[in-house]
């Protein structure tokens, strides 16, 4: 399993600042893999978030364009991901973190409708062809700091792990 945990501080403007998106796979501003770096300033924002190792998920083959699908494309969550956030500051147990998934991460999902596909959260292309978390800054959680745990499950056999028992 792929584990990864992003500390986020969202930024104190939500009409300025209505989304936050971390790319998944990193970016020049990470640094090095495994390079301990600061934290990555959210575009004209105060707030920031950091990716606690420096470690990118890798996202072999991309979505491609919302109307044509890339060639040899399977989310890569397909396998199974959890996802979950932690507020770390502020008070009240209310303030929930709506985050959503790019197209390359989870696909689209069949619909009932007319046995038609769609994006799996919302319309969400990857922005800059880089697959992300977004992360929606509302009035409830601008300016609160938080923690997003994301686990990505992987393609081998768990009950040949090599363990007795």
Known sequence: MISRVYTILMPSNAAVNATVDIPVE???????VSLTTGPVVAAGADGFYVEQRNRRVRVPVKAGAAATVAAGFVPRFRLGFTLSAQQLTGTGAANLLVISCSRSLVGDVFSTTASGTT???GTLQDPSSAPVLRLFNTAA????????FLQIMEAKDEDRDGQVG
């Open 141 to 148: 959680v601008q300016g609160l700091r938080f923690r997003v």
């Open 119 to 121: 994006p799996g959260d």
């Open 26 to 32: 990193g970016t020049a501003a990470w640094g090095a």
